[in-house]
Every structure is written in C-alpha cells, then in structure tokens.
C-alpha cells in the first residue's frame, strides 16, 4: 500500500491563481479530510468527508472547495489564491469506525505570493 | 479561541530522562484525546489515544494522563530517546462529531545525549 499520497510537493501560486491539491489513498477508507499547518496554530481542519458524495466543514472551510467522487481521492481546490493560504496542508484519512488510526500524508507546501 | 492549548513551544531532555508534555483545553465537552508525532517533512503519526472515562492509558514507553477536573492530560516518555525528538500535537473531539478532532500548537521536542 502507498496510503496516503499527496501532490504536488511544494508549489509557488499568484494572488488570484487557482489550483487543485490531490489527495489520494489506497487503503479503502470511508473518511477523508484536509487540515492546514500555520507556525503558532496547529493543524485546523478545512473540510472533511466520510464517504464518496459527503463532504462537510471543518474548522477553516472559506476559500477552500473539495468533492469526493471516489473513495480514493479527496482533492483540494482554491478558487482564488491569497497571501493568507499560505500553508503546509495536510490530508489524512481513516476508517469511520477508528478515531485514532488516522494516517496523514506527507505534506505540500504552498506559497502565495 | 484556541479550544486545545499547548503552552510549552519547546522542551528539552537528556536521553534516558523522562519527558513530560503537557496538553490544557477549554471545552468541557471534550471526551476523547490523542497524542501525535511529527518529523520535519512529513505527516504527523498517531502516538496514544484515551477517552474520557479513563484517567490514565499505557503504551511501552508512553504514557497519557488525563486530569478531567483541570481540563489537562500529559503525555509522559520514559525513557527518552534521540528517535523521540519531533514536535508533538495533542488533539481533542467532542461526543459523537469524531469526525473533527481540534489540535494543539505543538511541542518540539529535543532529546539529547
């Protein structure tokens, strides 16, 4: 298994810019989310989903778009970059019965300029 | 309002020694928490978990305590090792919304020889 799998790894966008975080997972788990990590904040949770075609708000959804129209992949959209989503995002994902065994993936990190 | 509050950004000791980190919330509807581990440049790992009706959890070296009345648990590491320092998360949900787990800031910490 390759579990949790992110791309792209590192990105620079422009104010305004749009692009698509992808996230996918070969371990057949029902729940998908996306947190981000800012210095001094933690992780806060953007949107989840705890199956294909469900998806609700996290913590921090504004900005943000996600679908989840397979198990496997749970993409991250930002219609319309700015300075602020300036970040390490991380997606994780787990079955919906086990609340700890959340596996996360590696990370990208992304620069709005 | 940071609902899960760690309050060291740093912790360091020396190998063998205990290591003790600290993890304060505010919502008294918190019932289950989680410790998480994370090396630079990648996802962070589920370390040990406990719910609300236990006071204490074990797990080899590690070792989570949970005070309800002063809304605070540690995470104990006895002993230390090099291959512990990482920064460490401790994350909290309410009730039945397992589905959104609310971090800490983290706590780096740096076991030395």
């Known amino acids: 298994n390759a579990g949790v799998t992110q791309t792209p790894k590192f990105q620079v966008l422009k104010t305004g810019q749009s692009m698509t975080l992808q996230c996918a997972q070969d371990?057949?788990?029902?729940?998908m989310s996306w947190y981000r990590q800012d210095p001094g904040m933690g992780l806060r949770l953007i949107h989840y989903?705890?199956?294909?075609?469900?998806?609700d708000q996290g913590e921090v959804p504004n900005g943000y778009n996600v679908s989840r129209s397979t198990t496997e992949d749970f993409p991250l959209r930002l219609l319309s970059a700015a300075p602020s989503q300036t970040s390490v995002y991380f997606c994780?994902?787990?079955?919906?019965?086990?609340?700890?065994?959340?596996?996360f993936g590696p990370g990208t990190r992304l620069l709005v300029l | 309002d940071q609902q899960v509050k760690q309050n060291s950004p740093s912790l360091s000791v020396q190998e063998g020694r205990i290591s003790i980190l600290n993890c304060d919330y505010t919502?008294?509807?918190?019932?289950?928490f989680l410790w998480y581990k994370k090396y630079p440049a990648e996802g962070p790992t589920f370390l040990i978990s406990?719910?609300?009706?236990?006071d204490k959890n074990e797990d080899g070296r590690f070792t989570v305590f949970l005070n309800k009345s002063a809304k605070h648990l540690s995470l104990h590491i006895v002993p230390s090792q090099p291959g512990d320092s990482a920064v460490y998360f401790c994350?909290?949900?309410?009730?039945?919304?397992?589905?959104?787990?609310?971090f800490g800031t983290g706590t780096r910490l740096q076991v030395f020889p």
């Open positions: 406990i719910s609300s009706i236990k």
């Open positions: 371990m057949n788990h029902e729940y």
């Open positions: 994780a994902s787990r079955h919906n019965w086990e609340q700890e065994t959340q596996y």
């Open positions: 919502n008294s509807m918190f019932d289950y």
């Open positions: 994350a909290a949900s309410a009730g039945d919304n397992t589905d959104k787990l609310i």
């Open positions: 989903s705890v199956g294909a075609g469900i998806t």
